[in-house]
C-alpha cells in the first residue's frame, strides 16, 4: 500500500514536470513567431518594385528649390564638360608681359619735344661724355694777306679752324660744352625719327634752317650749339690779333643735328651736329697789308660719344 503511495506521488510530479514543459515551448514559438513575420514583412518590402513616380519623389523631395536647381546647374555643367573639348589657353609671352612697342613721333613739334627733353635730361643728370669739335676751312681768297703766313694763321682762329678733344667728367655740366636745347619748330626746315631694328633707340635728324649772321643769343644755330664764331667773336678777335675789318658777314648752310636716344629712358647715346660757314670780310687791314674783300668756308663737325649717367 505504502509503494502503491509512492508511486502515484512520482506519477504526479512527471505529469507536472511535462505540464511546465510543453508551457515553456509554446511560449517560445509564441515569442519566435513574431520575429519571422517581420523578416517576411521587411523582405517583401524590399524587393517590391518601385514605380517611377516613387523614384521621382524619393530624388527630389530631400531637396529645396535652391538645392535642386544647383544640383541641375552641375549636371549641366558636367555634361557639357564631358561633351566640349577642353579650352586651350594661348601660353603668356615675354611680349605679351612688357611696355607695347614705342611708337617714333613723326610731326616736327613732336619731334623737337623728343630731342629737346633729351638735352634737358642731360642737363639735370651731367653725364660725362667724350667730344671733339673738328672745324676746316677751304677756298680761302685774301689777296695780298694770303701770302703772309701769320695772317692765315689769325684768321683761322678768329673763324674757328682747328680740331679738338676734350673729355667731360660726370657732373661737370655747363650748358657751354653740351647745350640745353630750346630749338622751335620754326627753326626747322624737316625732321625724322626712326626706330631701331631692336626697338631700343631713336634716331633723330634735324635740319635746321639757313641763317645769316647767327648770334649765340637769339639764332636757331645757337639755340642748340656754340661750336662756332659769330659775328660779334670774329671782330673781337680779329681786333685782338691787331687786325681791323669794316664789316663781316657770315651765312650757314647744312645744318643737321643727329641724335641717337633710348627709347626707355629718354637718354642721349650719341650726338653730332654738323654744319658750314661762308665767311665774308671787307676793307680788311692787318699791319700793312690791306685787302677789300676777303672770303672763306669753313666746315665743322661736332660730335658726343661714351656717354656716362
Not at 28 to 36: D, I, K, S, W
Not at 211 to 234: H, M, W
Amino acid at each position: 500500500m505504502r509503494k502503491i503511495k509512492n508511486f502515484l506521488a512520482l506519477l504526479t510530479a512527471a505529469s507536472i514536470a511535462f505540464s511546465f514543459v510543453a508551457c515553456g515551448k509554446e511560449n517560445e514559438e509564441a515569442t519566435t513567431l513574431p520575429t519571422q513575420a517581420e523578416n517576411i514583412v521587411t523582405e517583401e518590402a524590399v524587393t517590391e518594385p518601385v514605380s517611377e513616380e516613387t523614384t521621382a519623389q524619393t530624388v527630389t523631395e530631400p531637396y529645396t528649390k535652391q538645392e535642386t536647381t544647383t544640383l541641375k546647374a552641375e549636371q549641366e555643367k558636367t555634361t557639357a564638360g564631358a561633351t566640349k573639348p577642353a579650352e586651350i589657353k594661348p601660353q603668356t609671352t615675354k611680349a605679351q608681359t612688357t611696355k607695347p612697342d614705342a611708337t617714333a613721333p613723326s610731326s616736327k613739334a613732336d619731334i623737337i619735344k623728343l630731342y629737346n627733353t633729351a638735352l634737358s635730361g642731360a642737363s639735370t643728370a651731367k653725364p660725362g661724355y667724350s667730344k671733339t669739335v673738328n672745324t676746316t676751312m677751304s677756298n680761302i681768297n685774301m689777296g695780298a694777306l694770303s701770302k703772309i703766313s701769320a695772317v692765315k694763321e689769325v684768321v683761322g682762329d678768329f673763324l674757328g679752324e682747328g680740331k679738338t678733344s676734350s673729355t667731360v667728367k660726370k657732373g661737370s655740366f655747363d650748358g657751354t660744352s653740351l647745350v640745353k636745347s630750346t630749338l622751335k619748330e620754326a627753326d626747322i626746315t624737316s625732321a625724322t625719327c626712326k626706330l631701331s631694328s631692336d626697338k631700343k633707340y631713336y634716331t633723330v635728324e634735324i635740319t635746321v634752317k639757313n641763317e645769316t649772321n647767327p648770334l649765340k643769343k637769339s639764332s636757331a644755330l645757337g639755340r642748340f650749339t656754340k661750336d662756332y664764331k659769330d659775328v660779334d667773336e670774329i671782330k673781337s678777335g680779329m681786333s685782338e690779333a691787331g687786325a681791323k675789318v669794316e664789316s663781316i658777314t657770315v651765312k650757314t648752310s647744312g645744318v643737321k643735328i643727329t641724335a641717337k636716344i633710348a627709347i626707355d629712358t629718354n637718354r642721349l647715346v650719341s650726338l653730332t651736329h654738323t654744319f658750314k660757314m661762308s665767311a665774308s670780310l671787307t676793307n680788311v687791314k692787318y699791319s700793312i697789308a690791306k685787302v677789300k674783300t676777303a672770303t672763306a668756308d669753313l666746315s665743322t663737325t661736332v660730335s658726343y660719344s661714351d656717354f656716362k649717367y
